[in-house]
């Protein structure tokens, strides 16, 4: 399975470390893969700091690197700047993602028509679509977008606490929308481990709590389930 994160054009969401958070966890049973295709060089920062080159936008089989701590076994394509042959990039991605059981792909946010034309031959490929999006108007509104047939999983993320009412609120839009495209959703909670995550504290892992946990294992199982 090959899952593209969205947020359109709202940064800010946790989308990155929601990519990371996935990828780690499904990666003690699943042979998994995380495509750093962000600009910024999130989910590369995330896990490995200030990564040397070569990156996935200049040189797409020398970006691959391994993680290795307990449990977890996970292949990352760190990055850095934006991606210069899009065409070239997707092309690989597909090939890696025949010998992976799940392979992530973290989009930047789109912010201009410039950054949706470069990133939609990744965008394209994947079989589903993860739209990362917060409990406000604005991020809801930016990311709740229909992909023709792909299958759509909505995270309704919360990188900060928010209130129970507005999130049980904002948890009844997305549930509506999702009924009328045909997606499906998960509530995320905060979590104060991932938030404190980096290079050298993959281990927070071990300590985030069972609600978190449960969410993101209900994301796996509802990205990879057959229609």
Same mark, same amino acid.
């Given at each position: 399975m090959l899952v593209a994160t969205f947020s359109g054009s709202k940064g800010g969401t946790g989308k990155t470390a929601l990519a990371v958070s996935l990828s780690i966890m499904a990666s003690g049973s699943l042979r998994s893969l995380l495509v750093d295709a962000s600009a910024e060089g999130g989910v590369t920062a995330y896990v490995f700091g200030d990564a040397p080159g070569p990156y996935l936008s200049e040189d797409p089989e020398g970006s691959l690197r391994s993680v290795s701590l307990g449990d977890i076994r996970l292949t990352v394509a760190v990055n850095r700047g934006p991606l210069l042959w899009p065409e070239r990039v997707a092309a690989k991605v597909r090939e890696w993602a025949e010998s992976h059981a799940l392979t992530i792909v973290d989009l930047p946010a789109l912010t201009d028509v410039d950054a949706v034309e470069r990133y939609m031959p990744l965008l394209e490929l994947t079989d589903a679509v993860l739209i990362v999006a917060e409990p406000n108007p604005a991020s809801l509104e930016a990311s709740l977008y229909?992909?023709?047939?792909?299958?759509? @999983? =909505? *995270?309704?993320?919360?990188?900060?606490?928010?209130?129970?009412?507005? !999130?049980?609120? &904002?948890?009844? @839009? =997305? *549930?509506?929308?999702?009924?009328?495209?045909?997606?499906?959703?998960? !509530?995320?909670? &905060?979590?104060?481990? =991932?938030?404190?995550?980096?290079p050298g504290l993959l281990r927070v892992f071990d300590f985030t709590s069972s609600e978190f946990d449960a969410a993101v294992a209900k994301l796996i199982h509802l990205l990879l389930r057959k229609r």
């Open positions: 229909r992909f023709g047939e792909k299958r759509v @999983v =909505v *995270a309704l993320n919360q990188p900060r606490p928010y209130p129970k009412s507005l !999130v049980d609120h &904002y948890a009844r @839009v =997305v *549930a509506s929308w999702c009924r009328s495209a045909g997606a499906e959703y998960v !509530v995320v909670p &905060y979590e104060p481990a =991932v938030s404190r995550m980096g």
